[in-house]
């Protein structure tokens, strides 16, 4: 990014992040997307059932999701990410439930706007957010790993720095519920994609996302917004001989035209198209130009720093792909 640029884009940033500025901004999203969608938000309402756990995507602003989940034989539930209270409290209600919890995965606003709201409407409500980040209005931190469980839902909170400094996110158990383990990922990692960096060094993410790689294939992803489309059209752009990534992109096409969810995705399948997570792939290497397919073969996999570089320049190119809806 060119330094003027750049230096008008950390004051935005500051801004966002630390003065009230920033929750109007997230306001004006709230008011942009109900003026588009009504209160039907941005993605129809659709439960994925287990069998005793219960998961439900709930569209906030223009792409974000909070995210409902029910443990079905005790009736517990606990939320992630409320951006806006309003759209949580409203679908809470109609299923008459008091959750014993909120966990945040980061303090940027759109995902952390709505636990004030909620502290007021159910008084003793913990809110949960990373050590680092200064999550608003959170009542309990979290520190590098913690394991924290609310009736037969058990969570590990994981430490994955990189678009913030304190982002958290956060793994559930689904050994006893009868369903695959989940992770939450908020904007650490997306459908076809990760977040941007904004508050750590490319080598910091790298290791967040290889993280990522070490969980079970089958692990639900369900990250914090609706970027499928833009992100597996950049997939496919980087690597256009990965018929992985072609595939998803028409089956996201199909979904998004009926505006229906694209979550959850499995860790298999993003290790298949995500450019992202695939950092050592000679495919890859050869588009950031780092590398040839030849010298890779001789050279054997690459080093961490080399694999840091490769995920800084996917980045850089991906802010700067244009993607046209
Ligand atoms: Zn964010």
């Not at 069998?51 to 995210?67: F, G």
Request: proline residues 5%; hydrophobic residues 35%.
């Amino acid at each position: 990014m060119p330094k003027a640029k750049d230096c008008l884009f950390r004051i935005g940033y500051f801004l966002y992040t630390h003065t009230r500025f920033g929750r109007y901004y997230h306001g004006k999203d709230i008011q942009k997307a109900r003026d588009k969608y009504d209160e039907d938000g941005h993605t129809v309402i659709e439960p994925t059932l287990f069998d005793k756990l219960e998961i439900t995507p709930i569209p906030v602003a223009l792409d974000n999701y909070a995210y409902i989940i029910m443990e079905t034989e005790s009736n517990t539930c606990v939320v992630i990410d409320v951006g806006d209270e309003n759209a949580v409290i409203r679908f809470l209600d109609r299923m008459n439930v008091i959750p014993a919890a909120v966990l945040t995965t980061h303090k940027h606003w759109d995902h952390s706007a709505g636990n004030r709201g909620m502290r007021k409407r159910y008084p003793g409500l913990r809110v949960y957010g990373g050590y680092y980040d200064n999550v608003p209005d959170a009542t309990n931190v979290l520190m590098d790993i913690e394991t924290i469980k609310f009736g037969g839902l058990n969570f590990t909170a994981i430490h994955t720095p990189g678009h913030t400094t304190g982002h958290v996110s956060y793994f559930l158990d689904g050994k006893h519920l009868g369903a695959p383990d989940c992770l939450f990922s908020g904007d650490h990692l997306f459908l076809g994609g990760c977040g941007r960096m904004f508050e750590a060094p490319p080598a910091k993410m790298l290791k967040s996302l290889d993280m990522v790689g070490r969980l079970k294939r089958e692990t639900l992803v369900w990250p914090g917004h609706e970027y499928a489309l833009n992100n597996l059209e950049f997939a496919c752009h980087i690597e256009p001989d990965n018929q992985h990534a072609r595939e998803k992109l028409e089956w996201a096409k199909n979904k998004r035209q009926k505006r229906l969810k694209t979550c959850p995705s499995t860790v298999a399948e993003e290790l298949l198209y995500n450019p992202f997570l695939r950092t050592s792939q000679a495919s890859i290497l050869k588009v950031v130009a780092l590398t040839t397919e030849d010298e890779e073969e001789k050279l054997g996999p690459p080093s961490d720093e080399t694999r840091a570089l490769v995920l800084a320049e996917l980045r850089e190119q991906k802010d700067a792909f244009k993607y046209i809806q």
